[in-house]
């Protein structure tokens, strides 16, 4: 079974269009990330979700908003659509790192990445 | 700001040869460090750790050594299989919380029979 899942793998939209990328994870971990990687493939973090409370926003535009319906899903959702939101996304999961102890035992578990082209 | 520098993909290699990927950071403070992998259609997979200078990480036959002196965490692997293929990303976080990684733009390794 897939641990953490994103749909679509592959989103083709015009610009000012309004979409959403969904994210799933079966782990029973407490928070969930998004980060886009952009077209010099650095990832950056957008977002961080701990039991519904947005915990980090990397001053991402407020176009952006992670949408979280229970704790197993973080769905990203995109206002007015702009060429440069073209990147691919990924969702990302961890128990709760103020109760893991430090990184060393934060690890995140990633989806597979959402290609998002603005045209 | 903190970042992180690796070298330019892509890297071919033979099956058996020796892999070294450079993974050099700048930061503010004392980062734990980390390599993660992504395999063609997967997501990305940690695939070892450091928290301290001097200390080595190691998963799967690779190797990474944190080197305070000259910020740099290296990946090594002294025989390289074609299952090896895949996408290394280096990365650091300062976060006491581990939530704020700052992620290298990734090595592309490919492996050939």
């Known amino acids: 079974d897939t641990a953490v899942s994103q749909t679509p793998k592959y989103l083709v939209t015009q610009m000012g269009n309004d979409k959403s990328i969904k994210c799933e994870q079966n782990?029973?971990?407490?928070?969930m990330y998004w980060y886009k990687q952009d077209s010099k493939k650095f990832l950056k973090i957008m977002f961080s979700y701990n039991n519904k409370e947005l915990i980090i926003n990397e001053t991402v535009p407020n176009r952006f908003s992670p949408k979280s319906p229970d704790k197993a899903h973080l769905n990203l959702h995109i206002n007015s659509l702009e060429l440069g939101d073209s990147a691919v996304y990924f969702c990302a999961s961890s128990q709760d790192p103020r109760l893991a102890g430090g990184p060393v035992y934060n690890e995140q578990f990633f989806g597979p990445g959402t290609r998002l082209t603005v045209l | 700001g903190d970042s992180v520098t690796q070298m330019e993909g892509p890297v071919t290699l033979s099956e058996e040869a020796f892999l070294t990927i450079n993974c050099t950071y700048t930061a503010t403070g004392y980062p734990s460090l980390f390599w993660y992998v992504q395999y063609p259609g997967e997501g990305l997979q940690l695939l070892l750790k450091?928290?301290?200078?001097?200390d080595k990480g190691s998963n799967k036959g690779f190797e990474a050594t944190y080197r305070k002196e000259t910020t740099s965490f290296h990946l090594e692997k002294g025989s390289v299989q074609v299952s090896d293929s895949a996408v290394y990303f280096c990365?650091?976080?300062?976060?006491?919380?581990?939530?704020?990684?700052?992620f290298g733009p990734g090595t592309r390794l490919s492996v050939l029979p």
């Open positions: 450091a928290t301290k200078a001097d």
């Open positions: 782990l029973g971990h407490d928070t």
């Open positions: 990365a650091l976080t300062l976060d006491n919380y581990g939530q704020n990684f700052v």
